[in-house]
């Protein structure tokens, strides 16, 4: 798994982006944390949506049901770590 490292300006944008230690020459995006739990929203909601009501489908719906879960727990975690993440960033780490 690749390990990034962020050298901050002063006023704390982003002044390089390293990738195992090289620079990266390309432009890079990076994802606003609400986009992250968003996507585990979305596809739990997807699944939610692939259910029906028909009885021959019941293995699959379960199998949608589980899944959809499993997203949303994903989606709460992730959201409680930015949450926790930004608290201590500012300095409320007695807060939280």
């Known amino acids: 798994m690749p390990h990034f490292e962020y050298d901050f300006n002063d006023d704390g944008t982003i002044r390089q982006v ?3 230690g090289v ?4 432009e890079t995006t990076l994802e606003m944390p609400q986009g992250i739990v968003q996507t585990y ?3 739990a909601y997807r699944h939610l949506q692939s259910m029906t009501w028909e009885a021959e489908d019941h293995e699959l719906n379960r199998h949608h049901g589980l899944q959809c879960f ?12 930015r949450l926790i993440h930004r608290a201590w960033s500012e300095g409320l780490a007695g807060v939280v």
């Open 70 to 81: 499993i997203m949303s727990l994903v989606g709460v975690e992730a959201f409680l770590t």
């Open 18 to 20: 390293t990738k195992d």
């Open 41 to 43: 929203y979305m596809a």
């Open 23 to 26: 620079p990266l020459v390309r």
